[in-house]
């Protein structure tokens, strides 16, 4: 058994973003300014999209959007509920209703046909998540509900890097991504909200800061013009130069982070595969470039004879860290008890939530540290 424990996850900080945040420190502006709207520049460039608004986090990005959406009491927002509770949370927060649509069962994605199943007349905004950093299928979503009022932004928390047809989630339409310390860029925290529309981008521009009119940032003055006025009342959602400055160096290195997370994922997958009590996620069956944010596995509880729960304990017990992405929102307490939610409505994400673990994945790692998270799968599955 190994000796130290092994993190599911840890974020790669090195010398160069600690010496970009001293740099920030040491300038005598930390919040909001020039190294801000450089993040923004360098990942809309990144992602290919016309425009990049950065936030204290992928929630509050969702929470702008709704409120730029303007949706509310009445309107549906249709949603998977293999998620994070983010988006499902601040829906009924907002007063709207969130319809779930079940995911497929080897993907963890919704699709198309599940979604458009689920569009009514008051529809007003679907969510996609590109799940564990597989892109799931936008293009013939958005083509499904083009011309009716209803809007599409993808969670794309997991999908830094992530391309699908040849393309970069975030270059077309709204995308929300997260720098949370497990995503595959950090900002310690933080957010980005990438779109092709220009008059949604400025109504974030304004909700992000208190809803201010002026986002120009005065090179004297650093930061806000002091004569901006209110236009909307607005929240406080906009990221510091300190996480900003982190978030150039992680971009700078995103590539190099990427590609040894698909390293470690293909050697799981080929040390995994003789494992019959492992069940592994399937590659959606269109062109697209994994940016590999979890390693996933579902646990076959009736081979193995014990629970999910007890694999995650018996791994621990081992010192391998693991995660659980995600517990089905719809079975939550308070989705089950206040919307009357309850299981059978949602067979493949409940099948999934009971089965479902992430296993460590992250740059740092080395290959010795995937054979013996396998070894150790091995052993709590031997120990019956
Ligand atoms: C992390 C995550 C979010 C929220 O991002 P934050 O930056 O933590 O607010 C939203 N959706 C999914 C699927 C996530 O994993």
Sequence with gaps: MREAFLPFCKPSIGDA?????????????????????????????????????????????????????????????????MTWVSTVNLAVLAGATPVFVDVDRDTLM?????????????????????????????DPIRDGVAGRPIAVVEDAAHAVGTACRGRRIGAVGTSIFSFHPI??????????VCSDDAALVERLRRLKFHGLGVDAHDRQMQGRAPQAEVVEPGYKYNMTDIAAAIGLVQLRRVETFNRRRAELAARYR?????????????????????????FIVR????????????????????????????????????????????????PHT?????????????????????????????EAIAAG
């Design 183 to 192: 995503k595959n860029i950090t900002t310690g925290e933080g957010g980005m």
């Design 110 to 138: 919704v699709t198309p046909e599940t979604v458009a199943r689920a569009v009514t007349d008051r529809t007003r905004l679907i969510v996609p998540v590109h799940f564990a950093g597989a892109a799931a299928d936008v």
């Design 17 to 81: 973003e600690i010496a970009a945040v001293r740099e920030v420190l040491r300038s005598g502006w930390i919040t909001t300014g020039a190294r801000s709207a450089e993040f923004e520049a360098a990942f809309a460039a990144h992602v290919g999209a016309p425009h990049a608004v950065a936030l204290a986090s992928g929630t509050g990005g969702m929470h702008i959007v709704l409120k730029a959406l303007g949706v509310g009491p009445g309107d549906e927002v249709i949603t998977p509920s």
């Design 299 to 346: 646990l076959d509880i009736d081979k193995a004879g014990f629970s999910r729960d007890d694999f995650m304990a018996r791994l621990k017990q081992r010192h391998i860290g693991t995660g659980l992405h995600f517990r089905a929102v719809h079975l939550q307490k308070y989705y089950a008890q206040q919307m009357g939610m309850r299981r059978g409505m949602l």
């Design 350 to 378: 409940e099948w999934n939530s009971d089965r479902i673990c992430s296993l460590p994945l992250f740059p740092d790692m080395t290959g010795e540290d995937v054979d013996e998270v396998v070894d150790a799968i091995k």
């Design 270 to 294: 080929e040390r995994l595969e003789p494992i019959d009590e492992i069940i592994p996620l399937r590659d959606p069956p269109y062109p697209a470039t994994h940016s590999w944010h979890l």
